[in-house]
């Protein structure tokens, strides 16, 4: 199973970017999947996700209100809406699924088993 993070770029503060995350190279039954950031000089981050045992999306409070994600099952993949960017949002984002996580490992990087390649958002104050 493969997993591919595209579209990242560079946005002025205030604006949006949607990221996409296809997977591919398999059959897709996933427990959890999630987005994941990381900033220059510091650890990765959740930054919001949903577990087949959950009863929604759950999404980090630094991103609670401006990003959503969502997903496609017919085309296997997930999105994440982000909106209102600030300069502290830029970081690489990767998207990660898992088969055998259970929902209190949800925000729990080590967790996952596939990763995207990640993809870099730059937000520009």
């Known amino acids: 199973v493969q997993l591919q993070a595209s579209g990242g770029g560079l946005v002025q503060a205030g604006g949006s970017l949607r990221l996409s995350c296809a997977a591919s190279?398999?059959?897709?039954?996933?427990?959890?999947m999630g987005w994941f950031r990381q900033a220059p000089g510091k650890e990765r981050e959740f930054v919001g996700g949903f577990h087949r045992g959950g009863s929604g999306t759950t999404y980090a409070d630094s991103v609670k209100g401006r990003f959503t994600i969502s997903r496609d099952t017919a085309k296997n993949t997930m999105y994440l809406q982000m909106n209102s960017l600030r300069s502290e949002d830029t970081a690489v984002y990767y998207c990660a699924a898992s088969a055998t996580i259970i929902y209190s490992q949800l925000g729990v990087a080590s967790a996952y088993n596939y990763w995207g390649q990640g993809t870099l958002v730059t937000v520009s104050s």
């Open positions: 190279g398999g059959s897709f039954v996933f427990n959890a």
